[in-house]
C-alpha cells in the first residue's frame, strides 16, 4: 500500500503523503488549529477510531475507581499548564477528558 502511495506521488498523481503523527502533531512552523480528538479524520476501518475509544473507556474506568477511592486522596487532574501546552483554554469535562486522550 505505501509503495503504491509512494509511486503515484513520483508521478504526481498523489500531491502529498503523510502520516497522522507528522501531519497534527510534528510542529512544521505552520499555524494549525488546535488539536483534539474530534478533529482528527478518521474512516470507517481505520485504526485510529478503535483506539480512541478504547483510551476513552480506559479514562472512563480511571475516572470511575478514582471516585470510589476519592476517600482521603486527591483526584489527580489535568493542570491548567497541561492544558495551555496542549492549546486547550476551555476547563469542562469533556475539554479535559479531551486533552487526555490526546496525551494519551
Known amino acids: 500500500y505505501l509503495s503504491m502511495l509512494r509511486k503515484a506521488t513520483r508521478e504526481d498523481i498523489v ?3 503523510t502520516n497522522l503523527y507528522d501531519h497534527f502533531f510534528v510542529t512544521t512552523g505552520e499555524c494549525k488549529a488546535k488539536v483534539t480528538a474530534a478533529r482528527l479524520p ?3 476501518g481505520d485504526y485510529w477510531p478503535g ?4 483510551m476513552i473507556n480506559q479514562l472512563r474506568q480511571e475516572e470511575d475507581g478514582k471516585k470510589q477511592q476519592k476517600k482521603g486522596k486527591t483526584k489527580k ?3 491548567k499548564r497541561a492544558l495551555k501546552a496542549a492549546a486547550q483554554t476551555d476547563l469542562s ?4 477528558k479531551d486533552a ?3 496525551q494519551k
Request: no cysteine.
Open 42 to 44: 478518521y474512516f470507517d
Open 100 to 102: 487526555l486522550l490526546m
Open 51 to 54: 483506539a480512541a475509544e478504547d
Open 93 to 96: 469535562s469533556n475539554a479535559s
Open 77 to 79: 487532574t489535568i493542570t
Open 15 to 17: 500531491v502529498d503523503l
